[in-house]
């Protein structure tokens, strides 16, 4: 993911979350209509967020005929990773230990996600004694 890419606001988010679940290159409207069915957002929001993610790097704008079609130029997961490493670095002052253990000692998480947890560690541990 090239490095000139800022962070997604909370409607950027949305949007690039609709765009990624619909693949190939949608249009506005079939990110209004998958997104937002019971039209609550406007279609010129949603063409304007579309527009400021192409000049952003995070879509490729195509247009046919009379309709534009946006091509996702990032993965999620690379998204994710940039947000999360930011995320840490701001809040955490850059330690995942400090966020990990801020979500553990507040009852963030399940049952079920400590028991991931666990097993993500044991996984962990048994590759670094490899």
Do not use: C
């Not at 190939?24 to 967020?49: F, N």
């Not at 993610?53 to 995070?58: A, P, Q, R, S, Y």
């Amino acid at each position: 993911m090239p490095e000139r890419l800022s962070l997604l606001s909370a409607l950027e988010w949305e949007v690039m979350e609709i765009v990624w679940r619909l693949g190939g290159a949608p249009a506005v409207r079939d990110v209004l209509q998958s997104g937002y069915p019971a039209e609550e957002k406007a279609y010129t929001t949603i063409q304007t967020v579309m527009n400021t993610l192409v000049k952003k790097g995070f879509l490729r704008k195509k247009k046919v005929g009379l309709v534009n079609f946006y091509q996702p130029l990032v993965q999620r997961d690379d998204v994710v990773g940039k947000e999360t490493h930011s995320f840490v670095q701001r809040v955490f002052r850059g330690s995942a230990g400090a966020l990990i253990s801020h979500i553990v000692a507040n009852d963030a998480l399940s049952a079920e996600e400590l028991e991931l947890l666990r097993s993500l560690i044991d996984q962990m541990e048994r590759r670094s004694d490899d």
